[in-house]
């Protein structure tokens, strides 16, 4: 197996970020001096050979939506470039480790991000929850400017950059790209229609681009080591490493950086420890709560973008959560919508009607009031709340994992409804 | 009315700013800090951001770590995000209301704490999670909630 781990290679279990001085000695912003003598357009297009996906949950590729923004002197003005860093996904805490444990890989990032599409303005998106990380950040930040990484005339070079750090209050819709801007904004954050495309009108109507932590963190190591390393990181199709994480009733949850395309069984069995003794593995929602759930038949599939969705469900953002023998599939799934419809921003009527009515069918199975024709009903929901039917993903989203809970965990939807109980408590 | 205090406070964050409305979610923050929670003082905010107090309660209304209600001295927040709800969140919030004496969006009757429910912290890895304050707790059991709680008393 490759053993490179470009991403977490300076992170220190435990231990705190690497000061500037200390992450220069390590090389790095030797990649943002490598960047900066490069063009925008060779920066973009050395992304683009990387076939780097972002790893927002969407696996958009990333050159290619950078190809969309404006360029040259006729370009509208200011242009901003924004890291997603509000993962408020239930499962998800791989970027809280990026955060927290090397900021300034991230802020190269960003910087070089910025450069190849021009942007005048930075901002980092941060989650309320994640103190110590912001904490970390505005010390890197502060540094960066100091040592004129960031502001006027970067390094000599021309360029100019300020960026600042936006602390959300709390929702998750913001983590939608389109949300987040309104959220950036002031204005209340729900999503906007698209097109226009935010690369081209984003930030009050001029262009912005989104890019997830993970992402940006991979691009220093891409510039400075270039595309075809990138490839050689991965054991599949889709390049690069990928931060997995695994949580639930496992000996040793965590996150950790392994080769995109590793299986469900590594992940969990060698990584994660496997089960905890007097618990067995029922199944999986691999990539965050809005991603379908696999089974046992399903353990070797690579968790890679185009193997989970073959398999039925979505890498998402790769952070896996376990269902075992002695959790409720039921229960779990309601726990699940339960969320989905707290934090639906009510924006579209499908979403915001639909999914507690969802919750409310689910709660009454739990506790025993099941009836005849809840599971048709279900079904009939996961339908209308699928893709396309509503204003942005959230709802799709919300229903992945009821619609495979309906299919793989039936007969416990049943017995509930049956035997008016559930068994497991 | 604005203290003098928070009022410089948001002068400040403006200052960050070209757009005055980019600013009103910091400054709904600042409120909060000096305050415990957002009151009515909303409207005196509005007229800095250029915004309508309509806009502006549009906006508060939306993140739910803006408090429109008093709080206790301290804020528990509990995870029921899916990790936690999996490994123990349950018996984890039975073991705080009973502690406590209070239910999920209440607070104690000496004003020492209020027990909120959140979507996940992002600790999944250390699941069961809460969050005191600013200050986050994981792996919970029963028998270190006490000693936790006892450190707030
Ligand atoms: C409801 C919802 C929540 C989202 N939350 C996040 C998030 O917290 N972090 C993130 O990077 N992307 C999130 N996304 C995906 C973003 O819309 C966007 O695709 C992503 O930030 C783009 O970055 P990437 O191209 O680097 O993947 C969310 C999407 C939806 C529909
Ligand atoms: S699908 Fe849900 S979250 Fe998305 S816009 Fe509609 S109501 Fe809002």
Redesign the pocket.
């Known amino acids: 197996m490759n053993p490179e781990r470009p991403l977490t290679k300076n992170i220190q279990p435990g231990g705190g970020p690497l000061a500037i001085d200390e992450y220069e000695k390590r090389g790095g912003y030797e990649a943002l001096r490598k960047a900066l003598k490069m063009s925008p357009q060779q920066v973009q297009e050395e992304i683009k050979a990387s076939n780097l996906r972002?790893?927002?949950?969407?696996g958009?590729p990333?050159g290619a939506?950078w190809g969309f923004v404006p360029m040259g002197d006729d370009a509208p003005r200011p242009k901003y470039f924004l890291v997603?860093a509000?993962?408020?996904?239930p499962g998800a805490f791989k970027d809280r480790f990026l955060l927290e444990g090397d900021p300034h890989q991230m802020l190269e990032g960003a910087i070089i991000c910025a450069y190849a599409i021009q942007a005048d303005i930075a901002y980092i998106f941060l989650r309320w929850a994640y103190k110590l990380a912001g904490k970390r950040l505005r010390r890197a930040i502060a540094e960066a400017y100091e040592k004129k990484y960031l502001g006027k005339n970067i390094l000599g070079s021309g360029y100019s950059l300020e960026l600042d750090l936006h602390v959300s209050a709390g929702r998750?819709?913001c983590?939608?790209?389109t949300a987040l801007l309104n959220a950036m904004e002031g204005r209340r954050p729900v999503p906007r229609s698209k097109p226009p495309f935010p690369q081209v009108s984003g930030l009050w109507g001029r262009p912005a681009v989104?890019?997830?932590?993970e992402?940006v963190c991979n691009i220093p190591h891409i510039i400075k080591n270039g595309a075809d390393w990138f490839k050689g990181l991965s054991l599949s199709n889709d390049c690069g490493t990928k931060l997995y994480g695994v949580s639930g009733r496992v000996k040793k949850p965590g996150v950790w950086e392994l080769p995109m395309g590793v299986t469900i069984r590594e992940l969990i069995e060698e990584h994660a420890g496997g089960m905890q003794e007097g618990h067995s593995f029922r199944g999986v929602i691999p990539g965050g709560a809005s991603t379908d759930f696999l089974v046992k038949e399903h353990l070797d599939v690579k968790m890679d973008f185009d193997s989970v969705q073959k398999a039925g469900s979505r890498l998402g953002t790769g952070t896996m959560i376990i269902l075992d023998d002695k959790t409720c599939p039921v229960g779990m799934v309601h726990n699940l919508e339960k969320f989905f419809a707290r934090e639906s921003c009510g924006w579209c009527t499908p979403c915001r009607e639909g999914i507690p009515w969802i919750k409310k069918v689910l709660e009454a199975i739990e506790n025993g009031h099941g009836e005849t024709g809840d599971i048709e009903l279900l079904e009939h929901h996961c339908r209308l709340l699928g893709p396309g039917n509503t204003f942005?993903?959230?709802a799709p989203?919300a229903v992945e994992p009821l619609q495979s809970a309906l299919k793989f965990f039936r007969e416990d939807f049943e017995r509930h409804i049956r035997e008016k109980r559930c068994s497991y408590r | 009315m604005l203290t003098e205090e928070e009022r410089k406070e948001i002068q400040n964050e403006l200052k960050r700013h070209s757009h005055k409305q980019a600013a009103c979610v910091e400054a709904l923050k600042i409120v909060q800090r000096h305050r415990g929670w957002v009151s009515d003082e909303i409207k005196d905010i509005s007229e800095f951001l250029e915004m309508t107090t309509d806009e502006l309660d549009g906006v508060a209304t939306f993140y739910n770590q803006i408090f429109l209600k008093p709080v206790g001295k301290h804020v528990i927040r509990i995870c029921d995000g899916v990790s936690c709800w999996v490994t123990g969140h349950g018996p984890v919030l039975e073991h705080l209301k009973v502690s406590l004496g209070i239910n999920e969006g209440e607070t104690t009757p000496d004003g020492q704490f209020t027990l909120l429910p959140v979507s996940c912290l992002g600790a999944c890895d250390r699941a069961p999670a809460m969050m005191i304050d600013d200050e986050l707790y994981g792996d919970l059991t029963a028998g270190k909630i006490d000693e936790i709680l006892e450190r707030y008393k």
């Not at chain 1, 972002?54 to 969407?58: C, I, L, Q, V």
């Not at chain 1, 989104?210 to 932590?213: A, E, F, I």
Request: one cysteine or more.
């Open positions: 972002g790893r927002g949950g969407a958009f990333t939506k997603n509000d993962e408020m996904e998750y819709i983590g939608e790209e989104v890019n997830s932590v992402t942005c993903a959230f989203g």
